[in-house]
Structures are given as C-alpha cells and as structure tokens.
C-alpha cells in the first residue's frame, strides 16, 4: 500500500462547480500535512497546509480526519485557472521528510 | 528572494556521462531534498540533507551521489548516466523547527534526458 493515496483523476468540472478530492494516509503517526498544486511542466507549489481543526482559504477549504486517515481539499466556484495536479503531502515521520501522493488532475473547462 | 534556484533547466547526456545539478536556496533553510519525478510514479526521495554537513538516503539513491556544500547549496551527481535516469529533477527546501505546518520550497527542476 503506497504511503499516500490519491485518485488519479482527471475531475473534468465546468467552471463555477464545486469539486472535491480526497487523500488517505497509512502512518497514523503523521502529523503535518498539506496540498500542493502544480501546473503542467512546473514545480510543485503549496497551497495550504491542513491544520487538524480544518481551515479555509478563500474558495479552498481542507479537512483532516486523523481517526480515517484521510484529508480532503473542496475547491467552491471553479475558476479555469485552477485546472492543475494537486498533490497530497503528509510528513514520513517525526522528522523533516514529506512523503508525497501521485496526485489528482483536475481540468476546469468553460 | 530568489527561493530555490536549480540549474541547469535542461540537459541531455549520453549514456555513461556524467554531470552534476546545482542547486542553491537563499531562505537560510536548514534543511534541502533532492526528488526526481516520472510519470505515474509521482515525486520520489533520492537523497537529503537534514542539516549542513550531513547527508542520507532517501527511496531511490542508487546511481547518485550528493553534496551539501554550505548551507545554502546542495548537489545531486550522476557519475555514469543511464537511460532509467532520465527525468525530471527538484530540489526542496524546508526550514527545520519544531512547528509543523512549514512545506517544503521547490526549485524549477531540470528536465534530464539520458541517451
């Protein structure tokens, strides 16, 4: 079982949906964990880190459920500007490392 | 702030060569990370370094080697280039303190191609 989880996607969504991916991790042990995105042929950028008690940022809201070892980012009113790969991130163990999920595709078409 | 800075962008070796990628961070970040990223396989640790002076193994170390410079630089060598290296490289940065909720910083990558 990989460390990190994500449907592959692609979510094709017409602008203005609301989306939703998910993400599970095996180490209960983890304790940091973020989304990144990254557009095509780019680095990786973060986008939010999920603090236990979820939290928002603008249209991104994310969600951690440590008893399920899953996180969620709902993106509200797709814009065509955030069709990209987001990456799921959960922090390997007590140090500094980050284990990183495949990623999900979103294409936010008009 | 320039963040991550990598080079080269792009390269093309032939088999058997060798070369070296820099990378360089100006956030005084104690810690750095060397990923390569292929298709359906997603990023992937080949080495780190946790602090100045140390280095470690990440998942996929075989066939490179690294430096830590100083602090701010930190290298990734590939002394005989094969086919299966062929790539897209990154190099991190994470500032290393007790707070959890600090990412890591990207460079641009260097996209490899091993002939």
């Known amino acids: 079982r990989k460390e990190v989880e994500q449907d592959p996607g692609p979510f094709n969504v017409p602008e203005g949906a609301t989306v939703a991916f998910n993400c599970t991790y095996s180490?209960?042990?983890?304790?940091?964990f973020f989304w990144y995105r990254q557009d095509c042929r780019k680095e990786p950028k973060l986008l939010m880190s999920?603090?236990?008690s979820g939290n928002e940022d603008g249209r991104f809201t994310a969600q951690l459920n440590r008893a399920s070892q899953y996180i969620s980012l709902l993106i509200r009113d797709s814009k065509l500007s955030d069709s990209a790969t987001y990456l799921c991130v959960v922090n390997r163990n007590a140090g500094n490392m980050l284990t990183f999920g495949g990623g999900t595709r979103l294409m936010v078409k008009p | 702030n320039a963040g991550v800075t990598q080079t080269p962008k792009f390269q093309v070796l032939k088999t058997g060569q060798s070369m070296t990628l820099q990378c360089a961070q100006d956030m005084n970040h104690n810690s750095m990370y060397w990923y390569r990223q292929d298709p359906g396989m997603g990023l992937r640790l080949i080495y780190y370094?946790?602090?100045?002076?140390?280095?470690d193994k990440g998942e996929v170390p075989n066939g490179y080697n690294v430096s830590r410079l100083n602090k701010r630089e930190f290298s990734l060598r590939l002394e005989s280039a094969a086919p299966s290296q062929t790539s897209v490289y990154f190099c991190?940065?994470?500032?290393?303190?007790?707070?959890?909720?600090?990412?890591?910083?990207f460079g641009s990558g260097t996209r490899l191609t091993v002939v």
């Open positions: 991190a940065s994470r500032v290393a303190r007790t707070g959890l909720f600090y990412g890591y910083t």
């Open positions: 370094s946790a602090s100045e002076g140390t280095t």
């Open positions: 999920v603090y236990s």
């Open positions: 180490n209960s042990a983890s304790q940091s």
